[in-house]
């Protein structure tokens, strides 16, 4: 049967704001409280915030969870980019979109809160996201770098997707970006090109998660197999809810697979590798490799070692971190008709949880 999740009660926004200010009346930094959630192992073992009605955070924090993080008048023209129709995933036809407050409460970006998902909007003030680069390279004829002009001016669209983490949250949010296999287009892979291996930014006195978590194999890396890569569901996204990226969720660029855990949705990335041998993966070797495959295809019958992967909640205004309603786990994040013909031996019935030696899909 599978697992029961830990019941865990996060901290609330207001409370973490009002405790602020009492700390500082006793000249306690506020490096002090960053610590929180910094030395768990894996992809969820801790959430450390509550998400918020927007009438319980006051103004300054309100802002600061929503700050877009390229604020460059030229890419702000760029948005709202024209949403395109369609690509909904199963159950979600008449889903509300989450609160984008909530929605910047509560990430995984492990560069700057190690052990689980967090408040990870309170560590992100020092990042600097402009100017920026991407360089795409490997078994391509036309190897180019992309600065942030380039990157805005290519075709941006809107699209509502359903996001689900390993931790069993998800939300349903409006991602600005480029479809992948467009921006792969322009470099023109090579036919020996099997996978697209993604590195993202390493800057240890930006991202003080990298030197307190030593042990992890940095930079985070990520990989997709090139039919992944180029399906018409994989964005290069550069905004959400209509601006760029806030710095939480991976600006000013990270990658959304709709039909993956989060964690292979690699954030704030600058180099872009197509490679012919599959490349290993931040979670998907050593230690961790029992727990976190190369594929990580969002499904219900396969669970995690630690807690079970058959039900998901959202996100929602005024809802700690699990402690919403639960629904069932749709395969795929519910994107089969668009995903499921690349894998005809994803597993449809109940698997054993794997053991430490063995290696995850």
């Not at 997707?161 to 792969?184: H, N």
């Not at 959202?314 to 499921?340: C, Q, S």
Request: glycine letters at 8%.
């Amino acid at each position: 049967m599978p697992e029961k999740l830990p019941s865990l009660e996060p901290t609330p926004e207001a409370v973490y704001v009002n405790r602020r200010q009492f700390l500082g009346q006793l000249g306690v930094g506020a490096a002090a409280l960053s610590t929180v959630s910094m030395f768990g192992t894996g992809t969820c073992d801790a959430q450390s915030e509550a998400t918020q009605t927007p009438g319980n955070a006051d103004n300054a924090v309100r802002d600061r969870i929503l700050a877009p993080g390229v604020q460059r008048d030229e890419l702000l023209k760029r948005f709202p980019a024209p949403r395109t129709a369609g690509f909904v995933a199963a159950g979600d036809d008449k889903a509300t979109l989450t609160d984008e407050l909530a929605a910047g409460s509560h990430n995984n970006f492990y560069e700057f809160l190690p052990g689980g998902g967090g408040p990870v909007h309170r560590l992100v003030d020092g990042f600097v996201v402009d100017p920026w680069k991407v360089q795409v390279t490997g078994l391509v004829h036309k190897p180019r770098t992309f600065d942030l002009d380039d990157l805005f001016k290519l075709d941006l669209e809107e699209r509502v997707y359903r996001f689900r983490c390993v931790e069993t949250w998800a939300m349903v949010v409006p991602w600005t970006g480029i479809v992948l296999s467009k921006l792969l287009d322009k470099v023109e892979p090579k036919s020996d090109a099997k996978h697209v291996r993604f590195m993202t930014a390493q800057q240890p006195k930006q991202m003080p998660g990298i030197e307190r978590a030593p042990h992890y194999p940095w930079p985070y890396h990520e990989a997709l197999r090139m039919d992944e890569a180029m399906n018409e569901l994989t964005l290069l996204a550069l905004g959400i809810f209509g601006h760029p990226l806030p710095k939480q969720h991976g600006a000013p660029g990270r990658l959304i697979v709709p039909w993956k855990y989060g964690y292979k949705s690699p954030k704030s990335i600058v180099r872009i590798e197509l490679v012919e041998d599959q490349p290993p993966t931040f979670w998907s070797a050593g230690q961790y490799a029992h727990e976190y495959g190369y594929l990580s295809n969002v499904n219900p019958n396969i669970p995690h070692p630690r807690w079970s992967q058959a039900t998901d909640y959202m996100l929602a205004a005024g809802t700690p971190p699990r402690g919403g309603p639960r629904r069932a786990t749709e395969i795929f994040n519910g994107y089969g008709k668009y995903v499921a013909k690349l894998y005809p031996d994803e597993p449809a019935t109940w698997q054993i949880p794997l053991q430490s030696g063995q290696i995850a899909r």
